[in-house]
Every structure is written in structure tokens, then in C-alpha cells.
């Protein structure tokens, strides 16, 4: 599975200007099993909206660009 953390980090760079437009930002902790650990910082960590980003947002965009991928977990 390593061999998709390339690919995760491709697709998190198209993500993350999205994120730093609003204060927030994203980085990739851990990638297990094809799920990728993620941890939303800046004004992304305490949003409300958080979760959301993370699924409707982060997670599709992963799925799509990354094969083998199953799932985006928000770590803390």
C-alpha cells in the first residue's frame, strides 16, 4: 500500500489550495490498509463544517484520482 502514498500526496496537492484559500490545510499522517489518515489544520481543525470537507470534499476527490483506495479517515 506504500505505493499509493505518492499518489495520495498528487491528489491532496490539487486539494490543498482549496483549503488554504479559507486558512485550513491538510496533511496525510498515515495510509494503512488503503485507508489514508488524514489531519485537517488551520481553520479547517475546529470548523463545524470539517467533516463535510472531509467526506463530500477531501475523500471523493481521493477515491476518484487514487485506485485501490477505500476510505479518508480525519485523525487529530
Known amino acids: 500500500m506504500s505505493d499509493l502514498k505518492p499518489l495520495v500526496e498528487q491528489a491532496l496537492a490539487k486539494i ?9 490545510d491538510i496533511e496525510l499522517v498515515e495510509l494503512t490498509d488503503g485507508i489514508a489518515k488524514v489531519r485537517l489544520t ?3 481543525k ?31
Open 46 to 76: 475546529g470548523c463545524p463544517m470539517s467533516q463535510v470537507t472531509l467526506k463530500q470534499g477531501v475523500e471523493r476527490v481521493l477515491l476518484k484520482e487514487v485506485p485501490g483506495l477505500k476510505e479518508v479517515q480525519a485523525v487529530m
Open 16 to 24: 490543498r489550495p482549496f483549503l488554504q484559500r479559507d486558512g485550513g
Open 42 to 44: 488551520g481553520a479547517c
